[in-house]
């Protein structure tokens, strides 16, 4: 297995009370998959994916749990070691709302530079040429490295960002909602970049969205997550056309058009109960233990789902 999440739970400590991000997520990715990550706003997508790449800042902190690649635990590791030999070399990633993330005053090509002389790679010439190598690959022009990012489209810079995280050939990239700023268009084009990448390079590919819609045009698993819990895990198109959680079946059914925008609202403040199913209150099927204890994960058809309907499936079927 290339990358295993087991037990990760992450809070974040404010001065009255502990806000928990992550309960107890356990996942798996397999080389060469591309995997999505679902939840609405709140449901710890991007606290997941600071975990693995070790960027959780105070007031937020791991409690426990592993993040392994290739079986070597990343948060057990000296953290200078993962600073040098694992991200953007191993595991990289796009952060959220990135294309305010390049630096104004510097042009692409000091970008990929820079990139690659933290990590010790101090030939230009060679750098300029796998620059210009993988902004073949995005569909750029390679004169697009000597532009500042004012001077390019929000699509054509999250190109550069899809491009940047590439060079150091990393095992995995990460890319949290990499086309929610987009138009539908520029948002499909990316999309099939992404594929186009994973196919052509093999990378491994963790894409996080609020938006079901576009995991299945990408993805082959889906892991679903509400209230910082994973709350189903399956094939990416038996999870969409047939989704077994309550809180998944909702999720699908609230893209109220063709072109795939749900409607997102924040988890709110309180709405998250402090004991039992932490979707019961709004769930349509709520039974009295939903009030009092978390399920576990059940498995079905081979999918895992973290509801107590498929304990009762599971009996009534011996
Ligand atoms: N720096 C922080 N300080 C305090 N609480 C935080 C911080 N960052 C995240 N949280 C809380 O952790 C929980 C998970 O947030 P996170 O940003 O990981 O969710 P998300 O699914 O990525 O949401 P979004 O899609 O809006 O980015 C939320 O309750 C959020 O308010």
Known sequence: MLLEVKNLSVSYFLEDKEIPALRDINFDVEKGEIISIIGESGSGKTTLAKSIIRQIKKPGKIISGKVL????????????????????????YVPQASQNSLNGVMRIIDHFYDTALSHNWKNKEE???KAKELLKMVALDEKVLK??????SGGMKQRVLIALSLLLTPKIVIMDEPVSALDVVTQRRIIDL?????????????FITHDIALTKYLSTKTVVMYAGRVMEIGNTYEVIFKPYHPYTQALVNSIPSIHGEISVRSIKEGEIPLHGCPFYPRCPYTMEEC?????????VDGREVR??????????NG
Request: aromatic letters at 12%; proline letters at 3%.
């Open 147 to 152: 532009m500042y990012p004012h001077e390019l």
């Open 127 to 129: 750098v300029n040429k």
């Open 291 to 299: 009030k009092v204890k978390e399920p576990d994960f059940y498995h």
């Open 194 to 206: 992404i594929v186009n990448i994973n196919k052509e390079l093999g990378t491994t590919i963790l």
């Open 69 to 92: 690649l290739e079986g070597n635990d990343l948060l057990a590791m000296d953290y200078s070691k993962f600073k040098r030999d694992i991200l953007w070399k191993e595991i990289s």
């Open 307 to 316: 509801c107590f309907m498929y304990d009762k499936v599971r009996k009534s």
